[in-house]
């Protein structure tokens, strides 16, 4: 019989705490049962796996991004977007950063769940692109590169790796500064 008050839901909630202090390529079931105060083995009366687990975790994670990253892009496009957008994702990831590294997984085929909730972030991200009139290829383009530069910062930024004496804040305005004008005079594939 399941513990009173342990739910999968409670589960999910002390496994993205866990993630956000230890890092999420740590996440453990054993510390989470163990934060949960329960033994391992009636953990599994809530969740199948430790990658399911994850793969839960990252369904959340996607969730609170796009909730977090929405309101930054609302009634923005382009430039003015971009800037909101790319502020509030790198909030995201230095306040949540176990969570953070779960956005990376990409969806299983035929999840559908953790494909709708990946589909919600790009939903935001296809709404600022839009404002540099990107579409189709050229947007899914765009929204790669966009998230390979945000993504290196603020993986970077996490870890140390920016030692020189310079304001990182500074730097991170000047990526978003170049990523607008590359996002501006953006070439198109016609397709």
């Known amino acids: 019989m399941p513990r009173a008050g342990l739910t999968r839901e409670r589960v999910v909630d002390e496994a993205t705490v866990v993630a956000d202090e230890v890092g999420f390529d740590r996440l453990s079931?054993?510390?989470v049962a163990d934060r949960t105060g329960v033994r391992l083995p009636s953990l599994y009366k809530h969740i199948e796996?430790?990658?399911?687990?994850?793969?839960?975790?990252?369904?959340?994670?996607?969730?609170?991004?796009?909730?977090?990253?929405?309101?930054?892009?609302?009634?923005?496009t382009a430039g003015e977007g971009l800037r909101a957008v790319a502020s509030a994702y790198r909030d995201y990831a230095r306040?949540?950063?176990?969570?953070?590294?779960?956005?990376?997984?990409?969806?299983?085929?035929?999840?559908e769940a953790h494909a709708v909730a990946a589909a919600a972030v790009l939903q935001v991200v296809n709404h600022v692109l839009s404002g540099y009139g990107l579409k189709d290829d050229d947007a899914?383009?765009?929204?790669?590169?966009?998230?390979?530069?945000?993504?290196?910062?603020?993986?970077?930024?996490?870890?140390?790796g920016f030692?020189?004496?310079?304001?990182?804040?500074?730097?991170?305005?000047?990526?978003?500064?170049?990523?607008?004008?590359?996002?501006?005079?953006?070439?198109?594939?016609?397709s």
């Open 29 to 31: 079931l054993a510390a």
């Open 163 to 190: 030692g020189l004496p310079r304001d990182v804040d500074r730097s991170f305005d000047r990526l978003v500064t170049a990523l607008d004008a590359a996002l501006t005079d953006w070439p198109s594939t016609g």
């Open 49 to 76: 796996s430790l990658d399911g687990l994850r793969r839960d975790v990252a369904v959340r994670a996607l969730g609170e991004l796009a909730d977090a990253l929405g309101p930054a892009a609302a009634d923005r």
């Open 95 to 111: 306040a949540h950063p176990g969570r953070y590294a779960a956005t990376v997984r990409a969806p299983l085929p035929g999840d």
């Open 140 to 160: 899914v383009d765009a929204a790669r590169t966009l998230r390979a530069a945000l993504h290196g910062f603020v993986v970077l930024d996490a870890s140390g």
